[in-house]
């Protein structure tokens, strides 16, 4: 399995933390092979060729059975197309597991005729395309129409927060990178709005980015005293910020399936989203959540004083959140999904 630095920050590091602590890579004997590093472009490079290395070695003297790469947009799709590709080389099954949010935009938009050709021979050439959900698998389908795709959510444990006595009112956790396709700047403008009604609101920035301009447009909108920002958190600390806030709110444009807001509903938070990407096929409007269009600040402040002002709705919304995890989302039952297309290409390999 490839994918990037288990210790590092991102979306894919929390599925690969997942499969690690429910003894996935285990029990399938995978070998994790890191294509990508934190820190300076020397150390980039030196974690990428040693990953050349490394699968070259597996092919050659292990012959896997399957080569499964999670890959995000850019120079995450990059490395992990090139390692796909030498796998192939060596006749190994392989497996493109796409994690991106606006992987269609990057296909679309930003890659060049010889770029968009290599994306759509990756898709095509692989054994196995996982998309995070139907909404994925229909644009990969029409973009490479020879892929063949199986889909496989993202998933959480539900076991990960459980107390709720820690929740504080008018505490909204927003966990991911604070950047503009995030939607951290409409989140600014609807705390802002939302300030002259409720006074002690505190918006809690949990993620990296370009933190210091987020800290800029807060003082420029008179909201210094009403956000904090925490940066990049993991473990412990993210259960508690998970416990502590009472609403979670993610307003991106563009999503994969995203691992934070599956987090949040394991804990039973009442959430506000946007139903970009994978997330429409997991939040109803009213039911398990609160969907706002993206882009909308005046939207999202009137969905976060709408819960701010209504706790019987938070818990409701909470708690149905919680049951959709735990009928569709929970690592057992996704993971169990995963291990039936291991063993079938397992099988496939082995004929």
Known sequence: MIGTDPLGQGGIT?????????????KHNIKYIASHAEGGLVKKLASLGKSIFDVVSMCVFSKPSVVHAHSACDSSFIRKSLLLAIARVFKCKTIFHLHAAGFDQYVTEESGPLMQ???????????????????????????????DIYVVPNSVRLDLVSDHKKEVEGR??????????????????????????????????????????VQRKAEALGIVKNIEILGWIKGDQKNEELQC?????????????????????????????????GIASVVNDQINGLLIPPGDASALAAALGRLLGDKQLRSQLGANARNTIADRYSSPIVLEKLSHLYDELSGIAQS
């Open 14 to 26: 929390s599925v690969v933390s997942v499969l690690v602590n429910e003894g996935f890579l285990q």
């Open 117 to 147: 050709w290599w994306i759509r021979r990756t898709l095509e050439k692989s054994t196995k395309v996982i998309a995070l959900s139907d909404e994925w698998a229909d644009f990969l389908g029409q973009y490479a129409p020879r892929a």
């Open 172 to 213: 909204i956790l927003f966990l991911g990178r604070a950047e503009e396709r995030k939607g951290i700047f409409e989140l600014l403008a609807a705390i802002a709005q939302l300030k002259s009604s409720w006074p002690a609101i505190k918006l809690v920035i949990a993620g990296d980015g370009d933190l210091t301009v």
């Open 245 to 277: 806030a009472s609403i979670f709110t993610l307003p991106s444009y563009t999503e994969g399936l995203p691992m934070s807001m599956l987090e949040a509903m394991s804990a039973g938070k009442a959430i506000v989203v946007t139903p970009v990407g």
